[in-house]
């Protein structure tokens, strides 16, 4: 099992900055893609960004060149610096991470609780 504890969200203004954590935890062997994804109020949860276990990120096209992850291998800690915050980037973030099993050729995925984000206008 993989815990995972975000942390970092609350209120910003227009244009200002946050910066999200998030630490895995559990008895786990190989954690693969680790990443953030958000859920606005009456909207689908999206994909914010992801760092994959290569170092290969992927940033969704509303956050590019305003978000930037990171991710901290020996401590198991991801990190989402948000730059430019506008209206459009209130919502709950999640973190999210992947583990496959050899032992049952699957792969499995875990989610943290959430943390709010507000952009206040």
């Known amino acids: 099992q993989v815990q995972l504890v975000e942390s970092g969200g609350g209120l910003v203004q227009d244009g200002g900055s946050l910066r999200l954590a998030c630490e895995a935890s559990?008895?786990?062997?190989?954690?693969?893609?680790m990443g953030w994804y958000r859920q606005a109020p009456g909207k689908q949860r999206e994909m914010v960004a992801t760092?994959?276990?290569?170092?290969?990120?992927n940033y969704s096209d509303s956050v590019k060149g305003r978000f930037t992850i990171s991710r901290d291998f020996a401590r198991n800690t991801i990190y989402l610096q948000m730059n430019s915050l506008n209206h459009a980037d209130t919502a709950v973030y999640y973190c999210?991470?992947?583990?496959?099993?050899?032992?049952?050729?699957?792969?499995?995925?875990?989610w943290g609780q959430g943390t709010q984000v507000t952009v206040s206008s």
């Open positions: 559990g008895s786990f062997l190989r954690i693969g893609t």
């Open positions: 760092f994959s276990r290569e170092g290969i990120t």
């Open positions: 999210y991470a992947d583990r496959w099993s050899a032992a049952h050729s699957r792969l499995y995925d875990y």
